[in-house]
Structure formats: structure tokens, C-alpha cells
């Protein structure tokens, strides 16, 4: 519901503690320190895919108010992996962060900013106070119009201060891979890596290790030409398209380009880089499953490829869905998802997805698999529908083999389809290689103690390499590894770190809070401007209030004998330029999987932000 125009009261911006600084020098910040500053608090974490849109939503900004704007990230994380120092700080180089980052392990600051979802966006005034909480992305426009204000008014007032911000970049390191994401073999045994890091694609010899050339000048952009020239941003999967096919696309190799939500074709023979699908602008739009027009369409976030069902299948990780794209027409156009993040099973395309990061197809054609790495599972598409082989939610995960129902991943982002059936899965965040064997249907460890292996290919001849993507390198698997039977490992299971909303039994309100950025109004012109999707994990959670509507507020009634789960909300409003003859039009989405348990004294209200200030104190939410 939209927010009422009563004046709020002024909330103090909460001191910043955490664990250590990263881009500071060693340098510890304080809001003292930033007196005189507008202050963007980023909320994020480096699993989170919407999360790294905001951060490259944010460049801009950071580069227009450098003199005035400070953005602090602040990574409170999800998975138990995500709470290591060394694995934060090399997220932030990663993803190429240029603003101090506050390490928050334990959620601390999460909680007393009361966030709620990842991303969560807190603007503070130079004086020190909270002006302003948006949740989710696509707030980069609202954003200038809240700073333009803020300049003005404290520029007004004398207390805003014009100068440099708190930002040390670190030293640059020179490895021959940086941060690679995925691979494919060429016919010689050669590899074609994603250099993800460094914005372009390398060849190396059969040893893993000897560069042959570099596709791509290196520097981030969207630039179509030759191999000197060309760019890319953060790129991730490689297909190569099946040689009649290539010959009528006039390319052999499809890149999903990720951050520039791109899909590029590359003739690998020269060089040569063309835009091949995708308009450059991110997803924001509503779900149908019609083709279109592949250059003329809005992908978001492309980051795997493979060849099915006759065409080229996208793991549409920003929207948690897969798309297809058919080289020879030119189309594309959506497979499978509703765009919802969750985990359920069915007939295509009335699935759900968790930001698929992996795809390989088996290797009689008929199986397409899948690395779903929010919800940390392994799942299949055969005949039409979608299973679930390993992996019990979203925010249950861990490192445990065994029967494929009980086994646990974290975060896995690469899979290869084998010979004999079986599949290898790069779950990333455990930094082991793991096989799924259908024979048995169960999970064993090939090989562990990686850092963060993202991708596994087998080469012609039967050679295993992995993407060995925080160190930075290729690696190979010993010969017998795979005909060993593996290692069985029964270590941790894990939940949700985030502490769970307790909710009353019976009638509950849920509403969305959502107030236009300065500048703009609700856009009715084609419709109802805001949408409210809900649904639960388990799905008993819920008597009533499940489904689609055009409000933002719903009722709710919670089955008293369901202990607890997940709520899951996608909300969404439309808004344009007021008293502009010629409008911009925006639309900002954003969904929640909230964790909840059921308790006689749990609230029944629960609010969430998608933009603007909570008016209701969170101490009863």
C-alpha cells in the first residue's frame, strides 16, 4: 500500500560495527567519519544475483556524486561460506566494488537496520539520520531524485561537506586468470575460458596453463568487433553451437554475457564478437512465454548455456528462469519459470527456480541438468518436466552425501553431464567436485578443498578440468578419480542464518510498503500499477491469501498447526514522471522468501519495504 504524506519521525542512523574494512586500507569508518555526506548503505551478499545488479546499478551514481555521496557496503550473508573473511574479501574484487565494504557476519547491522531481503538500500542524510529504505533492485532513478533533494537542501542548510570519501583501492594482482567462471574444450583439447574478472575470453593450450590468445580488449563495456576490441562485462557461459547450426549463424560460440545482459557470438577462428540477443536493458517486465524478437528482448543476468531441445537454453539467473534462443530464426523467449525463487517441482513452464548458474545435457540429448544454486540443487528437465534430484530449499544446504533425498549442496554454479549417466556438480561454496550417480541415486565427494570451483568440463579424450575460480586457475582431476568409487562425507547440515519472523496463527495482514521516488506517481495508464504475488513453502502454511493480485496489501490466515516455513512474495509497482508531457516509466520489482515460524505471540502484521520508510516501529513486526 502506498505510503501516507504524514511527516515521520527522524530515525538516528545506528552506529557501524562489524568484523573487519575491506577497500580502506585497514582504515576503520564511522557515520562521525561521514558527518556532512549522504550516506548509501548497500546491504548485499556475494550469493545474491540481485544483489549484484544493485551493485552495478550503483556505478553511475557513485561516479555522478563522487564529491558528496559515500556508499558502504554492508555483506551480511546467507550461506555459511559467505561468512569467511578471505572469501568476502575476494567477492569484492570479484565483482569490482569500488566503495568500502563493512564485513557483517553475524547479521548484526542486517538487524538493526531492520532488513529484511537482499538487497536492502538505506540513504542517510549529512546529518546522520535514515531518509530512506528500498528493498530489491531497480532504484538507481528514485535514488538521484532522493540525492538531488538532499544536495540541495543541505547544501541550503550548510551542512553538507564536497570532497573525496573513504575509499582506498587495493594493490592489482597479476595472475594469467582472474576469477574465471566457465569453460569449454576445443577440438584439440585446447580450453576457451571465461576470464570473468577481466572482461574476456582466453585460449589455453591443452596444458591448462599456456595462453594462445585473449578474446577481448579487458576492459569492462559492450563492444561488438574484433578480438582486440571487442568487450564484454563479467562474462560466464560458453556454448559451442553444433556445427551445422554455426554454419548458418555465421558464429560457432554463443557467450552469455552476464552484467551486460547480453548474449554475444564469437567465430572463434578470428576473433570476431557479435551481439547475437538481448537489448542491453535488464529484465523488468511481465512473464509470457511468446518468442520474440532476440535482439529487440530484455535478458537479466545470462550466466549458463547449453544445447537442448534444438536450441540454445539460457540459465537465466537474474530472474530465476530458463530461456531459449534459437540462433537460426533469431528468436527467444522464456522456457521455464514463473519468476518466483523457490523450489517446485512440475510440468514446464510452471516451475520455480532459485537463480540457475549451470546447465550440461546428457549425453543421449534427452536430459537437461541443472545447477540451481539459491536453493543449492541439482534438478532435471526430461519429457517436459522438471525434478528436483538433490536439494531440500532455499535456505537449506550443507556438505552431506549419501541418498540423493538427504544429500546437501551449497551453492553449486557448474555441472557436467558424463558418459555413463552420472553428473559432476561444482558446488561452489562447499569447494568440492561432487557426483550424482542415477544408477544408485546417491551423491559422493570426487574432490575437494577447492576454492570456489564454478564450472566442470571433460575434454574429448576423457580429461577433467576445473574452473578453479578463486584460485584463479584450471584444474585437473587425476585420472582415477572418477572411476573410484568417492569419498562419502557426512558434515554439516545447515539452515537459514537469518532469524526467522514469528507470525501469529489466524488472520494476518501482510502488506507492502512502496511510495514513489520523488518526482513520479503510481502509472495506471496501462492497468492496475502494482501487482502482489504470494505463495509458502510449505504450501499448508497458508489457509488462505495465496496468488495473484493487484493490491498491496493482503489477508492472510497461517495454519496453527504448520510450526513454520517460508513466505514468498513478489511485489511490484509501476510509476512514471508526474507532470512530464513526455514520461519516463519505471517499474520496480522486488521479491522476499521470508522466513517464518508460527507463535501465539507472533505479529500480525508483517510489513516490507519496497520503497520508502517503514512508518510502523519494527519492534511489533
Request: proline share 7%.
Amino acid at each position: 500500500m502506498p505510503r501516507p504524506s504524514s511527516p515521520q519521525p527522524r530515525v538516528r542512523a545506528p552506529q557501524l560495527k562489524g568484523r573487519q574494512w575491506l577497500n580502506t586500507a585497514g582504515r576503520t569508518i564511522s557515520l562521525a567519519d561521514l558527518r556532512g555526506k549522504i550516506v548509501l548503505l548497500d546491504f548485499w551478499t556475494f550469493c545474491c544475483v540481485n544483489c549484484l545488479h544493485v551493485l552495478d546499478e550503483l556505478r553511475p551514481l557513485e561516479e555522478k556524486y563522487a564529491d558528496v555521496l559515500v556508499v558502504i557496503g554492508v555483506h551480511s550473508p546467507k550461506f555459511a561460506h559467505e561468512r569467511d573473511p578471505v572469501a568476502v574479501a575476494a567477492a569484492v574484487e570479484r565483482y569490482g566494488v569500488t566503495h568500502p565494504v563493512l564485513d557483517d557476519p553475524e547479521l548484526d547491522m542486517w538487524q538493526q537496520y531492520a532488513a529484511r531481503a537482499w538487497p536492502t538500500l538505506v540513504l542517510v542524510d549529512p546529518e546522520g539520520y535514515v531518509v530512506a529504505t528500498m528493498a530489491g533492485e531497480g532504484h538507481a532513478e528514485g535514488l538521484v531524485r532522493e540525492i538531488d533533494q538532499l544536495i540541495g537542501a543541505h547544501e541550503a542548510k550548510g551542512t553538507l561537506h564536497r570532497g573525496d570519501g573513504p575509499y582506498v583501492p587495493p594493490e592489482p594482482a597479476d595472475t594469467t586468470l582472474r576469477f574465471p567462471g566457465k569453460a569449454v574444450a576445443l577440438d584439440d583439447g585446447a580450453l576457451l575460458v571465461s576470464d570473468s574478472a577481466r572482461h574476456s575470453l582466453v585460449e589455453l593450450a591443452p596444458d591448462g596453463e599456456t595462453v594462445r590468445w585473449r578474446i577481448g580488449s579487458g576492459a569492462r563495456g559492450r563492444t561488438d568487433g574484433d578480438a582486440a576490441n571487442a568487450r564484454f562485462s563479467e562474462p560466464q557461459g560458453l556454448l559451442r553451437l553444433p556445427a551445422e547450426v554455426a554454419a548458418v549463424a555465421g558464429y560457432d560460440l554463443v557467450v552469455a554475457d552476464t552484467v551486460n545482459h547480453l548474449l554475444r557470438g564469437v567465430r572463434t577462428s578470428t576473433g570476431e564478437v557479435v551481439t547475437v540477443a538481448g537489448s542491453g536493458r535488464q529484465w523488468r517486465s511481465g512473464v509470457d512465454y511468446d518468442p520474440h524478437d532476440a535482439l529487440a528482448v530484455d535478458l537479466s543476468s545470462p550466466w549458463d548455456l547449453a544445447w537442448y531441445d534444438g536450441r540454445v537454453i539460457v540459465a537465466m539467473a537474474g530472474i530465476h528462469q530458463l530461456w531459449w534462443f534459437d540462433p537460426i530464426t533469431r528468436t527467444a523467449g522464456m522456457y521455464a519459470g514463473t519468476t518466483v525463487e523457490s523450489l517446485r517441482d512440475g510440468p514446464l513452464p510452471d516451475v520455480w527456480l532459485a537463480q540457475p548458474s549451470g546447465l550440461a545435457t546428457s549425453a543421449d540429448g534427452r536430459q537437461l541438468w541443472i545447477a540451481d544454486s539459491e536453493t543449492s540443487a541439482l534438478r532435471q528437465v526430461v519429457d517436459g518436466h522438471l525434478r528436483t534430484v538433490v536439494g531440500q530449499g532455499l535456505f537449506d544446504f550443507g556438505q552431506v552425501d549419501g541418498a540423493a533425498a538427504q544429500a546437501l549442496l551449497q551453492h553449486p554454479l557448474g555441472v557436467c553431464a558424463l558418459a555413463d549417466g552420472s553428473v559432476l556438480v561444482a558446488d561452489t561454496y562447499n569447494g568440492a567436485i561432487r557426483r550424482y550417480d542415477p544408477a544408485t541415486d546417491r551423491v559422493t565427494t570426487v574432490l575437494d578443498g577447492l576454492a570456489e570451483p564454478s564450472d566442470v568440463l571433460v575434454t574429448a579424450d576423457g580429461i577433467v578440468w576445473v574452473v578453479e575460480s578463486a584460485a584463479h586457475r584450471m584444474t585437473r582431476i587425476a585420472p582415477g578419480a572418477l572411476s573410484a568409487a568417492g569419498a562419502t562425507v557426512d558434515g554439516a547440515r545447515h539452515r537459514t542464518v537469518r532469524p526467522p519472523l514469528l507470525v501469529a496463527p489466524g488472520e494476518v495482514t501482510l502488506e507492502v510498503v512502496f511510495t514513489p521516488a520523488p518526482g513520479q506517481k503510481l502509472d495506471t495508464s496501462f492497468g492496475p500499477a502494482t501487482r502482489l504475488e504470494i505463495s509458502a513453502d510449505p504450501p499448508g502454511l497458508l489457509r488462505h491469501g495465496a496468488g495473484t493480485d493487484t493490491g498491496l496489501s493482503r489477508r492472510l490466515v497461517i495454519d496453527p498447526s504448520v510450526p513454520g516455513g517460508v513466505l514468498q512474495v513478489v511485489a511490484q509497482a509501476a510509476t512514471c514522471d508526474a507532470d512530464n508531457a513526455h514520461a519516463a516509466c519505471h517499474l520496480t520489482r522486488q521479491d522476499w522468501g521470508v522466513p517464518v515460524r508460527v507463535d501465539p505471540a507472533g505479529a500480525a502484521r508483517v510489513p516490507l519495504i519496497l520503497r520508502g520508510v517503514d512508518p510502523v516501529d519494527d519492534a511489533d513486526a
